[in-house]
Structure formats: structure tokens, C-alpha cells
């Protein structure tokens, strides 16, 4: 069994900076892929940022040079640090971690989603 807990939404201005954090806990024999996704009222999730077991990073046109995405192995943790926010962030954010378990099988878990609201 795997939980992940996110936290760090909230609300902000325009122009200002959130972190987001995601740990995984429980039955973890390594982690792959971590990646955060979002979800705007009406429309669909979309991915934000993805970075591979690897190290190599993507990220959705929207975010490329004010989102960071990182990893801390130890810690089984991804984070999300959104500088230059603006009012198109505004959406509930969802963590996804990719585990392989003592069994040495794969699956992904989703956090429980954390708000993020940009006033302008």
C-alpha cells in the first residue's frame, strides 16, 4: 500500500511564488516517473511538469522558465515551485508518482489534489 500527501497550495497574487510538495509513503521498492497535473474548472487535466527516474524534465509550454519541478529520492518526495504566477494557474494540482512496489510491480498513485488560486 502506497499514500501520497500533498501540500503547499493556497491563495496568491499575481506575480507571486507557490510550493507545491508531494511524499510518497508505504510498501516503495524504488520510485519512476513524478509528474504534476492540473485541473482548471471545465476543463480537462492537463500535465504541467514530468521528470523522469533519469533526471530529465518536461514541461507544458504554459510553465517553461516559471515552474520547477525536482525530486528528492531520499525522501520519496516530488516538488513544484511556481514563480510569476498568474490567474490562468488557477486549478486544483495533482501529484503522480510512478512506484514499484516490494513486488516488484508497477503503478501510479495520485495525490489528493491541492488548490492553487492566482488573484489578479
Known amino acids: 500500500q502506497v499514500h501520497l500527501v500533498e501540500s503547499g497550495g493556497g491563495l496568491v497574487q499575481a506575480g507571486g511564488s507557490l510550493r507545491l510538495s508531494c511524499a510518497a509513503s508505504?510498501?516503495?521498492?524504488?520510485?519512476?516517473?513524478m509528474a504534476w497535473y492540473r485541473q482548471a474548472p471545465g476543463k480537462q487535466r492537463e500535465l504541467v511538469a514530468r521528470k523522469l527516474s533519469g533526471g530529465s524534465t518536461s514541461y507544458a509550454d504554459s510553465v517553461k522558465g516559471r515552474f520547477t519541478i525536482s525530486r528528492d529520492n531520499a525522501k520519496n518526495t516530488v516538488i513544484l515551485q511556481m514563480n510569476s504566477l498568474k490567474s490562468e494557474d488557477t486549478a486544483v494540482y495533482y501529484c503522480?508518482?510512478?512506484?514499484?512496489?516490494?513486488?516488484?510491480?508497477?503503478?501510479?498513485?495520485w495525490g489528493q489534489g491541492t488548490q492553487v488560486t492566482v488573484s489578479s
Open positions: 508505504g510498501s516503495i521498492f524504488s520510485i519512476g516517473t
Open positions: 503522480q508518482i510512478w512506484v514499484v512496489a516490494l513486488s516488484r510491480s508497477a503503478t501510479d498513485y
